[in-house]
């Protein structure tokens, strides 16, 4: 433990005043209910800075087992944060079958588009499939929920405050760790002094940032919503068609209006 | 690795933008989402005001202007005719909303959507956002004339009286849909 720099000691020691703060405030305000997954990734985040703590002290911070553990509880909070982000989606779009569906088939081929990529990346410089895998993973997991975010405004679908700052908060954790990994990449090549010291202070510091967000947000419970009458389902199959029909005849006038102004003598 | 950090860098600022656009508060227009009543309100469409422009616009006018009055008037009738055209090209747009704004509450408020239908309606969208700029731009800065109205004139009158119809329709169909979905489940359809 001794060989780990003060400054990422002192990050650890506010992250987990943080997370503990967090954890406890969805204990409390009985966010569990609604959010139990959330309450999963927040605990299985505290039993990863445990069982880092072991390992840091068994094998040193810089050891190959170490590494090889610390990915390998990656992998674990990863998946966590997934199942949390989409059960955050899922209370936002729960009384909306419709647009649920959709999402779900909008979060398949963003996932599908960027995993392709991802998986390409990682062929090309094989020293480095870890990092590029991880910068994949969020790269995706951003890509999809951002997606998912603006499907939900274009439909005018009412979020919660406390929704929006958990979905914001993942995105925002994601695109940061992308930004990093990416920078951590650059110094190293460059053979900076403490690049991994740089790397881990900064992804510490935007996490506690987070959920600093988050516990502020956690504070106030969830606004109760009436799960709203929802239609017959012919009345879409009978509806929408008419309604493009429609839109494309106003798009026809435009277009017609624009060929006749561009193409005057 | 320089060229991927600026490549990363871009892609990261683009998706915090988008994010912040999808999680900023929702404007006017958004926040009338469900209110279909508006959608099936009476009174004319804007397409209908299409004859009364035509006549304003009229080319005949124009040169008796030039025959008789002073070129500062002919000048002003010209700018005027143009924020008329801009004016009409804005109330089309009105009708263009109306419509995407009926269509989204009865997506969302249907037990299933079609991915085609929706993927369609977001291109005919950007479609008529992009072609509509491009006009209003080219009014704006005096690089297109004012349109000889009267070559459309026969076709909107047509869509004027089809849109007029339709939309009603589209309206109370919505609107009876909705009330009957509310009736059955015992609650409103307040989704606030």
Request: hydrophobic residues 55%; aromatic residues 10%.
């Amino acid at each position: 433990m001794l060989a780990l720099p003060p400054l990422i000691l002192l990050l650890w020691a506010i992250e987990i005043i943080v997370q503990l703060t967090v954890l406890f405030l969805v204990v409390v305000k009985r966010h569990f209910h609604t959010l139990p997954l959330f309450l999963l990734y927040i605990a299985l985040n505290l039993c990863q800075v445990a069982f880092l703590f072991f390992v840091y002290s068994q094998y040193g911070f810089t050891s190959p087992t170490t590494r090889q553990l610390s990915w390998a509880s990656e992998q674990v909070i990863l998946t966590a944060q997934a199942l949390a982000a989409a059960e955050v989606l899922y209370r936002v779009l729960r009384h909306y079958a419709g647009i649920w569906a959709l999402a779900w088939r909008l979060i398949a081929v963003a996932a599908f588009i960027v995993i392709c990529y991802a998986l390409s990346s990682a062929e090309l410089s094989p020293r480095w499939t870890l990092l590029i895998a991880n910068r994949g993973f969020h790269l995706t997991f951003v890509v999809a929920l951002i997606s998912c975010l603006l499907l939900v405004r274009f439909y005018a679908i009412p979020i919660d405050s406390l929704y929006k700052a958990l979905m914001g908060g993942f995105c925002i954790l994601s695109c940061m760790i992308v930004a990093v990994d990416t920078l951590f990449q650059a110094l190293f090549l460059r053979h900076f002094p403490n690049s991994g010291v740089i790397w881990n202070s900064s992804e510490m510091v935007v996490f506690i940032g987070v959920q600093i967000v988050w516990a502020l947000a956690l504070r106030q419970p969830v606004r109760v919503d009436d799960k709203p009458a929802l239609l017959h389902p012919d009345t879409y199959d009978r509806l929408s068609p008419d309604v493009n029909s429609r839109l494309r005849d106003l798009n026809d006038v435009l277009s017609r209006f624009l060929r006749l102004q561009v193409f005057r003598p | 690795m320089t060229a991927a950090l600026f490549i990363f860098s871009l892609i990261v600022v683009a998706l915090l933008l988008l994010l912040a656009w999808a999680l900023r508060a929702p404007g006017k227009s958004l926040r009338r989402k469900f209110d279909l009543a508006s959608l099936e309100e009476s009174g004319r469409r804007h397409a209908t005001y299409f004859a009364l422009i035509r006549q304003a616009a009229s080319p005949a006018d124009m040169e008796f202007l030039a025959r008789r009055g002073s070129p500062q008037i002919v000048r002003r009738v010209r700018r005027e005719r143009r924020n008329v055209a801009l004016l009409y090209l804005t109330q089309l747009r009105e009708d263009f909303q109306r419509l995407l704004r009926l269509a989204r509450a009865v997506a969302a408020l249907s037990p299933a959507v079609g991915s085609r239908q929706e993927l369609e309606r977001l291109w005919l969208s950007l479609e008529f956002s992009w072609r509509y700029q491009m006009i209003r731009a080219g009014f704006h800065y005096g690089l297109l004339p004012v349109p000889q109205l009267n070559s459309l004139s026969h076709m909107v009158s047509q869509l004027a009286v089809q849109m007029e119809t339709c939309l009603k329709e589209l309206g109370e169909r919505a609107a009876t849909a909705v009330q009957m979905a509310s009736t059955l489940d015992g609650s409103g359809v307040d989704v606030a």
